[in-house]
């Protein structure tokens, strides 16, 4: 199995919950109640455009794209996230 480390951006909403997205995975979009939960979807979501990639032979991210060149049974991801804090403001 391969791992690819995404990088994903999770930003707080101001109407509460926490909206991710990616530079890395185009249209990778998710939001959730709390930053937990928004990686967690955020990943699912990952997983889901790979898979469409994959199935409908479209162009995979580059980042995905070198990981699947190694022989491997499936596909994991590792998403570091960097969450913003009202220091950082």
Known sequence: MA???IA????PLEEGGYLA???EIQGLVAQGRT???TMEIAQDVA???I???VEHGDR?????????????RGLT??????VKVKDDV
């Open 8 to 11: 994903i951006r999770i930003e």
């Open 35 to 37: 930053v937990a939960e």
């Open 77 to 82: 991801l590792r998403i570091p996230v960097g």
């Open 21 to 23: 997205t990616s530079e």
């Open 51 to 53: 898979d469409s990639c």
């Open 60 to 72: 995979l991210p580059a980042k995905v794209a070198g990981a699947l060149r190694r022989p491997h």
């Open 47 to 49: 997983r889901k455009l």
């Open 3 to 5: 791992e690819v480390l």
